[in-house]
RNA sequence: GAGGCGGUAGCUCAAUCGGUAGAGCAUUGCCCUUUUAAGGCAAGGGUUCUGGGUUCGAGUCCCAGCCGCCUCACCA
């Protein structure tokens, strides 16, 4: 027997004896007085003279989890909600019964408690206890108590351990709660709905990704796990609702980094009579508001970094090539040979050279297709020399219609569009245009697509005729936007993998596992889901 | 998908050049009525990720596999 099972056979063993004490093995309720945090709150000001003159009777109740037994006395430290509390337990202070039951109680057991407040000897607020309550046994060891969970698949795998003995996972959670909570309350002030549009879709539109299949078995119908909202949230801009957003997860069937997770959480939002400019200045004070209410100041430590949310620079898809222009690869692009499409792969291949030569991949060569719309090979170099390098909150404007198919074209620039993404500690973070609203140019944008998907290009955008029809009604100049909520909260939680800030991120099943949490096969979902 | 690194007691970690697998916490027993990493005495606990191979001898070297992490590719 290993030492869990020994250990799980002496717990039940313990539980047997507690159900012989009279006890519940698992009541139901615990009428508490005090949350823990709200009793520390209430009287940490107290003086020792204090509580001793008044003996504030108090109930509270939590996990134990540290345990100091001396014998016919004992401390106990109870958690609940994040907080930690002292009990002390004497035996001429509680009920025979009770103190049996304390000499059973367990690292990770829960329990109630009932006594008055007093402060030890070392000055701890503590409960006296006068009467024990057993509430609910735990079978198996908790990890250790001062270097907690360290291996990183446990604590993805068993996130709940992580949670339990690592307070830091547990601050990164509520961090992320906090953001999401501060970003919805900003876009319900500025007069925006929240909406929730079809995870499940028939067309998996709004994006250039692999989806997720799936399939309904009544309807016998193939779907695709949405890669984004977006060609919905517009939709219902078409029908009225002029300011929308959506806090929901997206599902991209690609592969995993510290930077991706096949489902991940996207914020999108849609605004009519806007556009991009509005947007970019929007989403600046957004981010500065956010970062300060979850962190307390608008500047943040990041890796080693401070990324300052205070302050975020514009510049130009092309002024950023030039800015980031590797050196070794000749003089930077002058503004003139970057507006010039034909230009293009001749710089590419320029930079190649150099990228190929450079130590540690630190410049990844770019691919140059013989026949490129104008832009496709611009992005990429911007993509490989610039993006790694944008460490501060940047705002990178104006991009290539080829890479951008429901953009709307920029005035004075055909084949660019007004558009614009955000980068912080090198990561895009966010990415927002003037929403095109011409169905005719939509439709011939969509065919182009298509052409690319009958090239073999499996994330090529498929053709969309409701949407198309849908902007036949009319859309109101309109700008959109999304942001991601998980590479936003890692800067905001100092993570430096999405896993960190993503409760239960996806890995590959263990046998041991199968049928447990994030891993549980397809036919055992049924039953949960009549619930 | 490719490359690099890792997997030792329930947990956190050791183990020299290939030579008897250890420690702390946790567990069990005894003592202990103001401790807080409580303390003291004693005890139990190992498929060294899995399967092969080399060797007198493998946690250590070699091969294959599994899982994870990192980098790259794909992508947001």
Redesign the pocket.
């Known amino acids: 027997?290993?030492?869990?099972e020994?250990?799980r056979e002496?717990?039940r063993a313990?539980l047997a004896e507690i159900a012989g004490l009279g006890y519940a093995l698992y009541p139901h309720r615990y009428d508490y007085s005090h949350e823990l945090a709200a009793l520390a709150a209430a009287y940490g000001g107290r003086t020792a003279e204090e509580l001793e003159a008044e003996r504030t009777p108090v109930r509270v109740c939590g996990r134990l989890v540290?345990?100091?037994?001396?014998?016919?006395?004992?401390?106990a430290?109870l958690a609940q909600q994040g907080a930690r509390l002292?009990i002390?337990v004497?035996?001429?202070?509680v009920p025979a019964r009770d103190f049996a039951l304390w000499k059973l109680l367990?690292?990770g057991d829960f329990i109630g408690v009932a006594g008055y407040l007093?402060?030890?000897?070392?000055?701890?607020l503590?409960v006296?206890a006068e009467t024990l309550e057993f509430l609910a046994k735990d079978l198996?060891?908790?990890?250790?108590?001062?270097?907690?969970?360290?291996?990183?698949?446990?604590r993805?795998r068993q996130r709940y351990l992580d949670l339990l003995v690592n307070p830091g996972a547990r601050e990164v959670f509520l961090r992320r709660a906090r953001l999401i909570e501060a970003l919805r309350a900003a876009f319900l002030a500025r007069g925006y709905i929240e909406v929730e549009t079809p995870m499940m879709q028939t067309l998996a539109g709004g994006?250039?990704?692999?989806p997720f299949t799936t399939h309904h078995h009544a309807l016998d119908l193939p779907l695709y796990l949405r890669i984004a909202p977006e060609l919905f949230l517009k939709r219902l801009v078409v029908g009225g609702l002029e300011r929308v957003f959506e806090i929901n997860r997206?599902f991209?069937n690609?592969?995993?980094?510290?930077?991706?997770?096949?489902?991940?959480t996207?914020l999108e939002f849609y605004e009519a009579y806007s556009d991009y400019r509005v947007l970019m200045d929007w989403s600046e004070r957004l981010l500065a508001e956010a970062a300060e209410q979850v962190t307390g100041a608008r500047a943040v430590a990041y890796g080693g970094e401070t990324i300052d949310f205070g302050r975020c620079r514009r510049l130009g898809l092309r002024a950023a090539v030039r800015e980031f222009w590797p050196g070794e690869a000749g003089p930077a692009p002058s503004e003139e040979e970057l507006r010039d499409p034909r230009a293009e792969a001749r710089l590419a291949a320029r930079y190649n050279r150099v990228a190929r030569e450079a130590p540690?991949?630190r410049y990844?060569?770019v691919?140059i297709p013989p026949v490129a719309e104008p832009g496709v090979i611009l992005t990429a170099l911007f993509?490989?020399i610039a993006e790694?390098e944008l460490r501060q909150p940047t705002i990178i404007h104006d991009f290539p219609l080829a890479v951008s198919p429901l953009a709307k074209a920029k005035p004075d620039e055909p084949d660019w569009v007004e558009r614009f993404?955000i980068y912080a500690a090198g990561?895009?973070?966010a990415?927002g245009y003037s929403e095109l609203n011409d169905p005719e140019e939509q439709r011939r944008r969509f065919a182009l697509q298509l052409e690319r998907r009958e090239g073999g290009d499996a994330?090529a955008h498929a053709m969309d005729e409701d949407y198309v029809r849908a902007l036949e009604y009319g859309m109101p100049p309109t700008a959109g936007e999304?942001i991601?909520i998980?590479?936003l909260a890692m800067l905001l939680t100092d993570s430096?993998?999405?896993?960190d800030v993503i409760l239960f991120?996806l890995?590959?099943?263990?046998?041991a596992d199968v049928g447990a949490g994030n891993s549980e096969p397809d036919d055992r979902s049924a039953p949960a889901a009549s619930r």
């Open positions: 027997m290993t030492v869990e020994t250990i002496q717990r313990k540290a345990l100091r037994a001396h014998g016919k006395a004992g401390f430290h002292q002390y004497r035996q001429d202070a367990d690292l007093f402060r030890t000897r070392t000055g701890e503590t006296h198996r060891p908790l990890p250790e108590k001062w270097h907690g969970l360290q291996d990183v698949e446990r993805y994006a250039a990704a692999r997206n991209r690609e592969g995993i980094s510290t930077q991706h997770n096949p489902e991940f996207m540690e991949s990844p060569p691919e993509e490989a790694p993404e990561m895009e973070i990415n994330e999304g991601g998980d590479r430096a993998s999405i896993r991120p890995l590959r099943p263990r046998e």
